[in-house]
Structure formats: C-alpha cells, structure tokens
C-alpha cells in the first residue's frame, strides 16, 4: 500500500495490522509520538495527524492509512513548528514534555478547523491527552496564544532569557520538548543494541518450585535467558533497607505480583516479550497478606523474612509537651478516623533503560569483598546525599564496565545498586541522566536499570528494557494508603492545646522508602499550627500488596487530610470562625513543629492566610486548609549537593550538578544561579547529570533540589565572580569551580543535637481554598504559597498548577484498589486522572518570607503545592452538604443536598 507521511510518499508491505506508532518508532526512526500506554489508547502521547484528524498511533492499524496522508510534528512546517514552540515556552505549557507533541498534533487539528477556540473548547479537544505535570491552565494559554498567531498569520516571539533569579526565565531546552526532540531513554537506539524483557510472578504470594526457561530459550532470536542464580554481585538491592531482590529464585516466595522471576535478551522486544510469555513457572501458591493492621498482628505471616520486627517495618513515636496539662485546658475536642488510598503517579513515560558493556571489563566477582560492603547506614546515607567513592579492588578512576542511561530520580543511588548487583567497585559504573518523562517520585526505586544492567554485562551487548503501561503500574511503587486516628483539642478561645494522633501505613511488600514515608507524616502531625502538646505514633506495615514508597507530599498530604478536617470540626464545636482560629495558631518565628523543632525563620503561614481571606468570606461555600512541608531529607540525614562549572570557550559552559530533571525545572534553577551570579549568557550554559562528573547528590525527592543545587552553584560560581572581574571567558578556558552545600546538622524525631531540635533545615507553608457551586461543584482553587523567593514565577505557577492537579484527582477521582494482593486494574484510564476539561479555575499567589537557609531565600515548591489540597475540598464539601468526609477519593455531592452555611460555618 501506499501513502504520505511527512510530505514523502511511503510504501509499505508489512502487516496491515501493525500500530501505525510501531511503524513511525521503529522502521521510521521518527520518535515525537511516544508511547506512553500502548495499546491502552489512554494518554493521547502517539497522537499524530491522519487525513486531518489527530488519531491515536498506538491503536491505528497501518491498514487505516492507505491512500491517506500522515503528519507528525515533524511535518507540520518550520512556521508552525516556531509557533507551537515558542507559544509553549512562553506561557510555561511545558514541563516534562513527554505529553506535549501529542498535545501539539491535537491542538493543530482542532486549530485547522477552528482558528479562535474558546479555552473550554481547547480543553475539550484535549481530552483524549492526559498530562501530568501542568494542570493544563498553561497549557490552554499556550494553544490560546498560538491560535491567535495562526489566525493572524504572525509569528510568536521567542522568550528571550535574562538568566536572572526571579525573572520568567524560559525553561532550560523547552523548545526541544514542545517539538518532540528531545530523546527520552526510550527513543534511543544504539548501534547492535538487543531488548530484554521480564517474567513477572503470577501471584502475590506463592513459593516457586521451579522455573522450566527451555521453551524461551528455543525461540528463534533469543539470546539468553537469566534467573536469579545468573545474577553477578548481591541481588538484594533497595534505597534504605536492601531487602527487593532483582529476582527470586527456585525456593523462595514472591512477594508481590511485580516480582521478577526471570529476563530474556533478545533481538527484537517482540520477541524478548514473545520468550518471557513461555518461561513456564511452579508455583506452591499461599495466601497473602494484604490488609496492614492484620499484617501486624503477632500471629500473620511475615511478608519479607529478612525483617526482624515481623510485618513492623518501622515505626516513629514522640511524645512533647505536657499532654496531660494540655487536656485538663481543653474545652473541645474533635476525634476522627481517616483512610485514605493507594495512587499510581500516572508519569507520562513509563520505566525504560539502555545498558552498554564497555570492554575489557573484568571478571564478575559472585560476591562483594569486606573492603565493598554497603551497610544499611551507608544506603540510608547514599539516599540522602549520593556516593561515589572507589569502594573496591584499585579499579583505575574512569575505567568504566557499564555504561547505563536512566531515567531514575538519583543516578548516584542507581551507581550504587547497579555495583551491588553486579558485583563492581563502583566507579566501574558509570550511570548518566535522561532527563525523564515525569517522577513524582514514582522513579526513586532502582526498576529496569538493574535488569538492564545485568543484561548486557553478562551477554556483552547493549540492552535496552522498557516496561509497558500494564507493567509499571503493577511493578513501581505508589502513594501509600494510610489509617489515622486523629485526636485534636482546643481551649476555650480557639488555641490548640494537644494532637495525639495514631498513623499505620500499608507500605506493600518491600521497604523503598516507606519507614521515610511515615516517619515524614509524623514530624508534619500537628501541620502548620503551633501545638503546645503532641503524642505521635507511626508505623509502616509490610503486605503483599504492591511496594509503596515516594509519591509528592510523601505522606504529608494525607496527615493535612485528617487534621485539617478535625480543625473545622473543632471550629464548628465552639462557633468559631474557621480562617481566624487558621490564623491564630498559626506557626511563627519562635514556635514549635510537631516534632518540638522552633522555627528560627522563615514561617509564611499567616501571610498566605491573609492572601485568601477576603476571597474565603465572599464564596458562598468555602473549605480552607493550611499546608507546612520540610525542604530537605533531615530527619539525622545529611543532605547535600555538590556542583562543578568548566569553562570550555567563550561560548560554551558546562554545569555539572546530580540532580534529575523531570519538568520541575532544576536545570533551569541551576542555570538562573550562575547567570545570577556571574552575568554569564544563559544561552551558552550547558547542564549535565552524569556520576563520571562526581558531583555527588542523593535522590531527587523531599522539594531539596531547589536550594541545595542554588546554594551550591553560589559556592561554585564566587571565585568565577571574582574572576570574571579581570578575565574574559575566553582567558578563563579550562578552568573548572567546584562548590558543595550540607546540612548534616538534622536530628531524627525524638533526639536533639547540641540540645536542639532540628528535623528539617527548612519548610515550605501554604494556604488554600477551594470554593463550590450551588451545585456542590469544584469551581476555584485559590493556592497562596510562601516559596521564600519566587525564582522563577512560570515554573512557581506550573509547579503548583500542576501539584493541584494531583490534589484534586487525590480528593475526588484518584484510586488504584488491590483485590487479593491484585490490582482490580492496571490500565491508565481507570487511575481516576482529571483530564482538561475537568480542571476548574486555579488561582496562584506568590509570597515570598525568605528562609534563613535557602538561597536568596527560596524554599521548595515541588511537593506542598497538594499537601492542604484534599483537605481544602474536604472542608468545602462539608460547608455544601454537611457530610464530614473521612476517606479518599471523596464523593461529591448530590444537588438535593444542600446545606447553605455562612462564613464562620453557622447555618442560615
């Protein structure tokens, strides 16, 4: 058959019923459409143009292509492409970019028909797009401004950079996202590169007796199939607690239906995938455990052996204050129990990774000598800060064995694993940053870059190894569900006078980061209130459910939950007005967190109050919550980022640093600091995450990146300051700045340190108000957040857009359910993500209170922008119908429901 791809006329004799996004991938080279959910049809990223209309490549048979004409982003002609391009980065419509060439493709088609759509029509056509990052508000303004040009036949101006902290600095290689050009790990291709794919158990919970490889390896094409006997070093790998075997072996039990019990190498993924359906596996299947207080109980069978406390994965317990004082004060006294539920992170791009064996490598070692041995403290300090240092046997420094491309959040924690596994000193592994399609979190775990690891350094070939939709949904970890049991007081005038609340936590099958997880909902138990006593027990519970680890807000979201509806319980107890009784126990300068932590600067919660506050007493049905949320790991863990800056020539300068960008924006931070700093051309600035830089850093998490990579940049850049005052750039060639930031003066929750209590070097507050219909419906999130100093109003504003996003499908649409250690489903459309259409207005308010530490005063903005959110809808629905809600997803009400309520919460 025939037909025009591009322009060019094509042939093609293949099979009519391959998906036109295979053709365009693979026998095309041409990677703008992504795959994100093949053959799911749910997440609009293979979108191109067919005859006019945007189809779904991945659900587009080749045979509906005849006769007609294709258009990809490429095709769409130098004028358009600048257009969408600069319209995009302009309004900050881009984030991680993974979405948006399929979004640009649906846009071009409904534009071509209607050159002036409304901002509700534009949202319409999006609805077969989902994106994660933005919350569509810029994206809309992004199709808005680009229609307009269109329709007038004008250009739209390239954003032009200042390079300047606190200016709309464009983000750091937009364009090249916009227009699908930026290669994603799995748009990479290297020359005699194989596919390699897993065999996941087929149950929860079940003893492997045997596992029969001959049939996958009798297939034509195969190269090799490994289990976990195959595996080189120690296959027990995890970022804190080492305990998530790459693969179970012959004897063992799994643990979750995501654990791999083989791979298979192979010359095409289809017939990796082929393979891996025929391994034939014996199971003794048992019973999982998957309700978490059952799992604590002293008699449950223990999910993971190597744990001592049973199912206990950890627990966090302090008591401050004079508890028994505090409630001889109190007047009222709300009590709740809450629940809520496991979230996919629902990225963009799913799990992938290449693996290249470089030669002359030695001979795998079975195990790790003394001198190579990583203790748990050393993990859990790897988690926090990065290492890199030779542990092994005088391995030249740059002599690499595996070279691997990851789109993890900490490259220096993949370094880390990837040795473990294979049995290497470390700087025998060389780990480099894709900048990736989305994290959230959800890309903390080392996943397919181990297995891709082990691949190619036993077969001594590139492998690459991606996962689909249906898999990373069943294999990453998610949001944890978590159980509380909350207990808040009040005296008689509205001040708080004790928070004893009870936290348990399903953290599924292996550690991640789970005992962080808890342990973070228990420092942020009181929120962003002074409470003069508090009495805090968390624990994490191992199940055979799914892992659960790091998903933004981690586990502070759902703490804000459950305490900020008792405090309008507690205001509609005593009639008092519920943004007063806010305001007037609001933390400040001098005042204590949850974890008896004194807040020595920084405390912005009462001015995002008053941000709202004339907008809360005229909505008709409003529900308010505050927000607090750490910047920085702490807790005893150091944190700490290191940064290098080369001067190559005049025009080019490189800026080493170990942070993951994934559409927050740490590479255009990272830039707007030393352009800030130095007056250097932001233009010739060039940002590289690679661990053969040894710029050390740990995981990408706890909304860090910001200060830590800036403070260290500072570092860096104040000898090239002083230099630059007598040199050009030019003289300046070949010398290299090197700066470093730590914090290693945290304590954990219940210790001190020099007779002080320092959990986390800084926070983040917030505010936010969610105002409803006559109907009961979301129409407003007016979000007033304190991010220090705003460096870069698009990326505050896209951040918290999007973090809102998130929030809202966490209140009302957001769930994975498990049945028998099960997901009921693991296609993306029944994640419950809000879609365009879907989003109401948002309103973002920038304040500014500089924290001491931060610099130029910035605090993190990633995670806190949906820490008060499901709480503010909570409260909102409550004012609307008078239901207190105590699980999420919530429902939303019916109109006969009605309960019309005043400001302070008195009926009328």
């Known amino acids: 058959m025939e037909f025009w791809l591009n322009g060019e006329l094509k042939q093609f004799d293949g099979d009519p019923e391959m998906p036109l996004l295979t053709y365009l991938r693979l026998e095309e080279g041409i990677t703008s459409a992504k795959d994100g959910c093949a053959p799911q049809a749910a997440c609009g990223a293979c979108a191109v143009d067919l005859n006019g209309k945007a189809v779904l490549g991945c659900v587009t048979a080749m045979k509906r292509v005849a006769g007609g004409r294709v258009t990809t982003i490429e095709g769409l002609g130098e004028y358009r492409q600048n257009v969408y391009a600069n319209a995009f980065v302009a309004k900050g419509g881009v984030q991680c970019g993974y979405c948006i060439p399929g979004i640009v493709i649906q846009a071009n088609a409904l534009i071509n028909k209607n050159n002036e759509p409304s901002r509700d029509e534009i949202a319409k056509a999006l609805t077969p797009n989902l994106c994660r990052c933005t919350g569509y508000k810029k994206i809309i303004d992004a199709v808005e401004l680009a229609a307009e040009a269109i329709r007038k036949e004008e250009e739209v101006p390239p954003p032009v950079p200042d390079g300047r902290v606190g200016g709309r600095h464009p983000k750091y290689h937009a364009e090249d996202l916009v227009l699908g050009r930026h290669d994603y790990v799995a748009d990479i291709f290297l020359p005699g590169m194989v596919y390699g794919a897993l065999r996941f158990s087929d149950h929860p919970r079940a003893r492997v007796l045997a596992i029969d490889t001959s049939p996958a390896e009798a297939l034509p094409g195969v190269i090799r199939v490994l289990t976990a006997a195959d595996v080189p070093g120690d296959r027990y790998i995890g970022l804190i607690r080492q305990d998530w075997p790459l693969m179970i072996a012959v004897g063992e039990e799994t643990r979750y239906v995501g654990d791999v019990l083989a791979e298979v190498v192979a010359e095409t993924e289809a017939i990796a995938r082929a393979a ?69 992170h629902g990225y963009m791009e799913p799990e992938c990774a290449i693996a290249e064996p470089v030669s002359g490598h030695p ?51 993949d370094q880390i694993q990837i040795a473990k596994l294979l049995g290497l000193p470390l700087q025998a592994v060389r780990v480099t940053l894709v900048p990736n399609g989305g994290g959230f979190g959800g890309k903390e775990d080392l996943s397919v870059q181990g297995h891709a690891a082990v691949m190619a350094y036993l077969t001594g070939r590139p492998v690459k190894v991606g996962l689909t939709r249906d898999e990373s949904i069943a294999m990453h970890p998610k949001r944890h569900p978590i159980w509380m049991d909350y207990t808040v007081g009040c005296d008689a005038d509205g001040k708080l006078t004790y928070v004893k609340v009870k936290f348990v936590g399903d953290s599924g099958a292996y550690a991640s980061v789970g005992m962080k997880v808890l342990e973070r909902s228990a420092g942020h138990a009181t929120g962003a209130y002074h409470v ?83 907008q809360f007493y005229a909505a008709k049905y409003a529900g308010l919550a505050c927000g607090i949320k750490n910047t920085g790991v702490g807790n005893g863990m150091a944190d700490s980022s290191h940064v290098s800056i080369t001067i190559e020539s005049a025009d080019r300068v490189i800026l080493d640093h170990g942070w993951t960008e994934m559409g927050q924006g740490v590479h255009t931070i990272a830039v707007q600091t030393l352009c800030n700093e130095t007056g250097i051309d932001p233009r010739i600035v060039q940002v590289r995450v690679d661990t053969a830089m040894k710029q050390e850093a740990g995981m990408t998490t706890a909304s860090r990146a910001t200060s830590l990579v800036g ?164 409260n909102a629905l409550y004012q609307f119908d008078g239901v207190r809600r105590t699980k999420l997803p919530m429902e939303l009400p019916k109109k006969e429901r009605v309960v019309v309520r005043t400001g302070n919460g008195a009926e009328s």
């Open 276 to 344: 891996a359906a025929l391994i034939r596996v014996e199971y003794e299947v048992l019973e999982p455990v998957t309700d978490m207080h059952r799992a604590l109980e002293p008699d449950a069978p223990v999910v993971n052996p190597p744990n001592p406390n049973g199912n206990q994965l950890s627990r966090t317990a302090f008591q401050r204050g004079d508890l028994d004082g505090a409630k001889a004060r109190t007047v009222y006294t709300a009590r709740g129990t809450f629940q809520t539920q496991r979230i996919e």
């Open 711 to 874: 403070n260290a940049t500072i570092n860096a850049a104040a000898q090239l300051k002083e230099d630059l005052k007598t040199h050009s750039l030019a003289e300046l060639a070949g010398r290299v700045y090197k700066g470093a930031w730590v914090v290693d003066w945290t304590t954990k929750p219940g210790y001190e340190k020099n007779g002080k209590i320092i959990t986390h070097y800084s926070y983040s507050y917030a505010t936010q108000l969610v105002t409803l219909d006559d109907d009961g419906r979301i129409t407003k999130v007016t979000a007033a957040h304190d991010a220090g100093k705003i460096y870069n109003p698009t990326l505050f504003e896209g951040q918290l857009e999007g973090s809102i996003h998130m929030g809202l499908g966490y209140a009302i649409s957001e769930d994975m359910p498990m049945e028998n250690g099960r997901p009921v489903s693991t296609r993306l459309r029944q994640m419950g993500i809000l879609r365009a259409k879907e989003m109401p207005e948002m309103e973002i308010i920038g304040i500014e209170v500089p924290d001491p530490y931060g610099p130029y005063g910035a605090k993190g903005v990633g995670e806190i922008g949906l820490v008060p959110t499901a709480a503010a809808v909570a």
């Open 363 to 413: 001979k795998p070692k079975r195990s790790f000598e003394t001198s190579e041995v990583l203790d748990a403290g050393d993990f859990q300090q790897v988690f926090a800060e990065g290492q890199t240092e030779d542990n092994g046997d005088g391995l030249a420094a740059g002599r690499e064995v595996i070279h691997v491309l990851s789109q993890s959040q900490g490259v220096y924690d």
């Open 532 to 614: 003069p006593a508090a009495d805090v027990e968390a624990i994490a519970a191992y199940t055979n459910n799914i892992p659960c680890g790091a998903m933004r807000g981690f586990g502070v979201n759902q703490a804000a939950f459950g305490l900020e509806s008792c405090l309008d319980d507690l205001c509609e107890q005593g009639g008092f007005d519920r943004w007063q009784f806010r305001y007037d126990n609001a933390l400040q300068n001098g005042d204590v967190t949850s974890t008896g932590q004194i807040i020595e600067g920084g405390a912005g919660v009462r001015e995002t109050l008053l941000a709202v506050r004339d």
